[in-house]
T-cell receptor, first 113, second 109 residues
Framework: NAGVMQNPRHLVRRRGQEARLRCSPM?????VYWYRQLPEEGLKFMVY????????ESGMPKERFSAEFPKEGPSILRIQQVVRGDSAAYFC???????????FGQGTRLTVV | KQEVTQIPAALSVPEGENLVLNCSFT??????LQWFRQDPGKGLTSLLL?????REQTSGRLNASLDKSSGRSTLYIAASQPGDSATYLC????????FGTGTRLQVFP
């Protein structure tokens, strides 16, 4: 089991471009979570997805951000028209069930220039 | 709304000391509580998971306790080593994980 895989590990985008972050959960896990971590700050919840469904997106900005977890393939966090304030580390976690252990990927570090 | 607090924010100790890291949460309706370790520039490594029906869990030199009714969890690190230096995060699980801001631990030789 390769664990939670995120790619790319590092992503540089110019202001106004789009960023697409990918997360492949652990095998057998159907619950996926996205978090954002700013330098010297804690992890902030963004969105919780199960296959083909958004369960909770209360932490995600209403504009420019979207997430999906299709029936086949990885979960995608998409940020349109990036701004410098979007620069952060974005982490994905997966779980097999609601009350099971969460495992995190190594993160994608987004830098907007 | 679940809020998670960790104290102390930072801790610097000599090698060999026994340590206690504290975590408190405001909503006791949790499925479980999970402790993580994060090294600089890295992802999170799961250390211990305590289900809401459990009182404690142990893994090697680590022991975590949970008092759900009072909204508290404690991570005990025995005989600390320089390799334990990292940020330690607790997360309360109520469908989603809500994190504290962490305790930054430095163990010096």
């Amino acid at each position: 089991n390769a664990g939670v895989m995120q790619n790319p590990r590092h992503l540089v985008r110019r202001r106004g471009q789009e960023a697409r972050l990918r997360c492949s959960p652990m095998k057998g896990h159907s619950h996926v979570y996205w978090y954002r971590q700013l330098p010297e700050e804690g992890l902030k919840f963004m969105v919780y997805l199960q296959k083909e469904n958004i369960i909770d997106e209360s932490g995600m900005p209403k504009e420019r951000f979207s997430a999906e977890f299709p029936k086949e393939g990885p979960s995608i966090l998409r940020i349109q028209q990036v701004v410098r304030g979007d620069s952060a580390a974005y982490f994905c976690a997966s779980k097999a069930g609601t009350n099971t252990e969460a495992f995190f990927g190594q993160g994608t570090r987004l830098t907007v220039v | 709304k679940q809020e998670v607090t960790q104290i102390p924010a930072a801790l610097s100790v000599p090698e060999g000391e026994n340590l206690v890291l504290n975590c408190s949460f405001t909503d006791s309706a949790i499925y479980n509580l999970q402790w993580f370790r994060q090294d600089p520039g890295k992802g999170l490594t799961s250390l211990l998971l305590i289900q809401s029906s459990q009182r404690e869990q142990t893994s090697g030199r680590l022991n975590a306790s949970l008092d759900k009714s009072s909204g508290r969890s404690t991570l005990y690190i025995a005989a600390s080593q320089p390799g334990d230096s990292a940020t330690y995060l607790c997360a309360a699980n109520t469908d989603k994980l809500i994190f504290g801001t962490g305790t930054r631990l430095q163990v010096f030789p």
